[in-house]
C-alpha cells in the first residue's frame, strides 16, 4: 500500500470557494513539503511543516501538520483561478543523512470563475 | 538569477538509442535529484547524489545511469533497457544541513518521448 495518501485525487470548486487537500502518511513524518505544479512544468515549493501541531500561512494557502506528525492539510481561502494546478505532498521520513522524499501522487485543482 | 535548468524541454528517443538529460545548477546545493513523473503516479526516485563523485539508485533506477563529476551537473542517461522511457522527467537539488531540512528546488522538466 501506499506510504503517503493524499485526497482528493481531484477537486473542481466555484472561485471564491475555501478548499481542503489532505496528506495522510502511514509513517511518522520527520518533515511534510507541499509543492505545486503546473501541467508540464516544474514543481513550486510551497511550505515546509517539522514540528507536529505546527501551522504555517502563505497568503491565502495554510497548511497544517498534525500533533502526531501523521497528517498534513493544506487549506484555500477563496480560491482563485491563479490556485489552479497539481498540489503534491512529499514526506521525509528520517532525519540528518537521509535526503529522499516521498511523494503523493498529488491532487489536481481546477478552479472555475 | 540562480536556478535549476533542464535541457532540452522535448525529446524523442528511438528504438535502441540511448539518451542523455541534462540538469544544471547554479545554487550551489550539494544534492541533486532525478524524478520520473507518470500520470496518476506522482513522482518516482530514479537516482540521487549527496556529493560529487557518488550517487545512489532511488527506486526506479533499472535502464537508468548517471554522473556527478561536477557539483553544478547531474546528467541522466535513459538507456535502450528502459523499456517504457516515455514520462515526465524532473531534477532537483537541495541543501541539507545537520539540524535542519532544506526543500527541494525542481527544474522545468524534460518530457520524453519514444519515436
Known amino acids: 500500500s501506499q506510504e503517503l495518501e493524499q485526497s482528493p485525487q481531484s477537486l473542481i470548486v466555484q472561485e471564491g470557494k475555501n478548499l481542503t487537500i489532505n496528506c495522510t502518511s502511514s509513517?511518522?513524518?520527520?518533515?511534510l513539503y507541499w509543492y505545486k505544479q503546473k501541467y508540464g512544468e516544474g514543481l513550486i515549493f510551497l511550505m515546509m511543516l517539522q514540528k507536529g501541531g505546527e501551522e504555517k500561512s502563505h497568503e491565502k494557502i495554510t497548511a497544517k501538520l498534525d500533533e502526531k506528525k501523521q497528517q498534513s492539510s493544506l487549506h484555500i481561502t477563496a480560491s482563485q483561478p491563479s490556485h489552479a494546478g497539481i498540489y503534491l505532498c512529499g514526506a521525509l521520513y528520517s532525519g540528518a543523512g537521509s535526503y529522499q522524499l516521498t511523494f503523493g501522487k498529488g491532487t489536481k485543482l481546477s478552479v472555475i470563475p | 538569477d540562480g536556478g535549476i535548468t533542464q535541457s532540452p524541454k522535448y525529446l524523442f528517443r528511438k528504438e535502441g538509442q540511448n539518451v542523455t538529460l541534462s540538469c544544471e545548477q547554479n545554487l550551489n546545493h550539494d544534492a541533486m535529484y532525478w524524478y520520473r513523473q507518470d500520470p496518476g503516479q506522482g513522482l518516482r526516485l530514479i537516482y540521487y547524489s549527496q556529493i560529487v563523485n557518488d550517487f545512489q539508485k532511488g527506486d526506479i533506477a533499472e535502464g537508468y545511469s548517471v554522473s556527478r563529476e561536477k557539483k553544478e551537473s547531474f546528467p541522466l542517461t535513459v538507456t535502450s533497457a528502459q523499456k517504457n522511457p516515455t514520462a515526465f522527467y524532473l531534477c532537483a537539488s537541495s541543501s541539507p544541513h545537520r539540524g535542519g531540512n532544506q526543500p527541494q528546488h525542481f527544474g522545468d522538466g524534460t518530457r520524453l518521448s519514444i519515436l
Open positions: 509513517k511518522t513524518l520527520y518533515g
